[in-house]
């Protein structure tokens, strides 16, 4: 990945400018963070939503049946 293919050129939790060693891919884009930390911050944040939707379907689909 390189700094210039990021979709943003701020931190989205800092506002600060992006940093080439905190970058990620997500939905098939790069996307830049300040530093590691926040990037790992967005990282598991993502990870967390993505739980809690699957939790939501997988609890849907018992109440269909």
């Not at 506002?15 to 098939?28: E, H, M, R, V």
């Amino acid at each position: 990945m390189k700094i210039e293919d990021a979709i943003n050129e701020t931190c989205p939790w800092s506002g600060k400018p992006i940093s080439a060693d905190s970058l990620t891919l997500y939905n098939g884009a790069v996307v830049g963070f300040c530093n590691p930390e926040c990037r790992d911050k967005f990282a598991k944040a993502v990870r967390s939503f993505e739980a809690a939707l699957q939790a939501r379907r997988v609890e849907r689909a018992g109440l269909e049946q």
